[in-house]
């Protein structure tokens, strides 16, 4: 069973240019998580859906920072425009259900805004 | 809001010896608690999960972590290392009442011949 796919695994963007990421999450996870990882630092939670509904947005940077999950299946999370604080990894993560479900991990996209 | 304490960023430690990685969280409420392990160029996985029930909790590969609630710990342990160890760990909790989910800054551990 294929993991959880994400693209692109590494982005190199000046600053004030737009960036999107990509997640295909496992077959059948209804629930898809956006992390946030900077250097030496745990990841942060972005977003969480519920198949389409994005049930946690609270830490997401709503002014230039959107995520979309159409259909309930793979999702994109865009940065317009990028800061160079931003320069992190972003994780994308899927489970069968709720928060007690194990979370399973994509390689990440490691991005750089210069 | 939650906050996940890994007071340890890196633990050295010779094979076969011992090793503890420490977590604390911050409230008593009710909480779910995980260790996920991140090996080398490899995405993160978990390795354990306290849900309920018996306050010991253990992984496929020698891992054992307890849930002290007076504490608020979560502790990993291992009696014996081997190279193969050699990750970073996370430990993460989730709060019962909100769904939300909070990872510590992670514990490097070198396992060394």
């Known amino acids: 069973e294929a993991g959880v796919v994400q693209s692109p695994r590494y982005k190199i963007i000046e600053k004030k240019q737009p960036v999107a990421f990509w997640c295909n999450p496992i077959?059948?996870?209804?629930?898809l998580y956006w992390y946030l990882q900077n250097l030496g630092q745990g990841p942060e939670l972005l977003i969480r859906y519920e198949n389409e509904e994005a049930v946690d947005d609270s830490q997401l940077p709503k002014d230039r920072f959107s995520a979309e999950r159409l259909k309930g299946v793979d999702s994109t999370l865009k940065i317009q425009p990028a800061e160079l604080g931003d320069s992190a990894v972003y994780l994308c993560?899927?489970?069968?259900?709720?928060?007690?479900?194990?979370?399973?991990f994509g390689p990440g996209t490691r991005l750089t805004v210069l | 809001a939650q906050s996940v304490t890994q007071l340890d960023s890196q633990v050295p430690v010779f094979e076969e010896a011992p090793v503890e990685l420490r977590c604390n969280y911050s409230s008593s409420v009710s909480v779910y608690l995980f260790w996920y392990v991140q090996y080398p160029n490899q995405g993160l996985q978990l390795l354990l999960k306290?849900?309920?029930?018996?306050?010991l909790v253990e992984s496929i590969n020698g891992f054992e972590a307890e849930f002290n609630k007076s504490q608020t710990s979560f502790h990993l342990r291992k009696p014996s290392v081997h190279i193969s160890d050699t990750a970073e760990y996370f430990c993460a909790v989730s709060d019962r009442d909100f769904n939300k989910f909070y990872f510590g800054s992670g514990t490097k551990l070198n396992v060394k011949p």
């Open positions: 077959s059948g996870h209804n629930t």
């Open positions: 306290y849900l309920s029930g018996s306050t």
């Open positions: 993560a899927s489970s069968p259900g709720t928060v007690t479900d194990t979370q399973y």
